[in-house]
T-cell receptor, first 115, second 113 residues
Framework: DAGVIQSPRHEVTEMGQEVTLRCKPISGHDYLFWYRQTMMRGLELLIYFNNNVPIDDSGMPEDRFSAKMPNASFSTLKIQPSEPRDSAVYFC?????????????FGPGTRLTVL | GDSVTQMEGPVTLSEEAFLTINCTYTATGYPSLFWYVQYPGEGLQLLLKATKADDKGSNKGFEATYRKETTSFHLEKGSVQVSDSAVYFCALSDRGGSEKLVFGKGTKLTVNP
């Protein structure tokens, strides 16, 4: 069974460009999470969805960031315009059920470098 | 708000040494506690979890006990292997309804042969 799939695995772009990161959660999982990992701030939750509906986007750093989940098998995280401080590894994760104690399954991450 | 504090790394051990990585938490509710592991170039994977006080989570020789009185969830392994080299994250989830995981900063472990 395929795990969480993210693309691209690596992205290098220039400041001011639009960046779109993609995620396919595990089939049947109702929850999808987007995280950002940096050396300085560690692992931060940006936003999460339940049944394709955004539930909590309080971690989204600013209006340049947006996330969508048009259907149960696809989500995007977009940064427009990108800035060098957005350089990080972005993880997508999914989980099966509510409750908070259920395992989150992480994708391999997208390493974003903004020059 | 809820938070997790884990020991700063990096930690370097020789093979077969004993491992302890300390983790303490602050939570307003009654959280579930987790240890996740991140191998180089990969995403995080659940290593073990505990959902109530005095529960012991265990997996792959690793153990951690949920200590409510000391608000701790320390990770231990009696004999580490080179293949255990990774970054370990302690995390909590408030069972009050939020699905969020709050992570510690991570502890990098290197095991030398």
């Amino acid at each position: 069974d395929a795990g969480v799939i993210q693309s691209p695995r690596h992205e290098v772009t220039e400041m001011g460009q639009e960046v779109t990161l993609r995620c396919k959660p595990i089939s049947g999982h109702d929850y999808l999470f987007w995280y950002r990992q940096t050396m300085m701030r560690g692992l931060e939750l940006l936003i999460y969805f339940n049944n394709n509906v955004p539930i909590d986007d309080s971690g989204m750093p600013e209006d340049r960031f947006s996330a969508k989940m048009p259907n149960a098998s696809f989500s995007t995280l977009k940064i427009q315009p990108s800035e060098p401080r957005d350089s990080a590894v972005y993880f997508c994760a999914s989980s099966l059920e509510a409750g908070g104690w259920n395992e989150q399954f992480f994708g391999p991450g997208t390493r974003l470098t903004v020059l | 708000g809820d938070s997790v504090t884990q020991m700063e790394g990096p930690v370097t051990l020789s093979e077969e040494a004993f491992l302890t990585i300390n983790c303490t938490y602050t939570a307003t509710g009654y959280p579930s506690l987790f240890w996740y592991v991140q191998y180089p170039g990969e995403g995080l994977q659940l290593l073990l979890k505990a959902t109530k006080a005095d529960d012991k989570g265990s997996n792959k020789g690793f153990e951690a006990t949920y200590r409510k009185e000391t608000t701790s969830f320390h990770l231990e392994k009696g004999s580490v292997q080179v293949s255990d080299s990774a970054v370990y994250f302690c995390a909590l989830s408030d069972r009050g309804g939020s699905e969020k995981l709050v992570f510690g900063k991570g502890t990098k472990l290197t095991v030398n042969p």
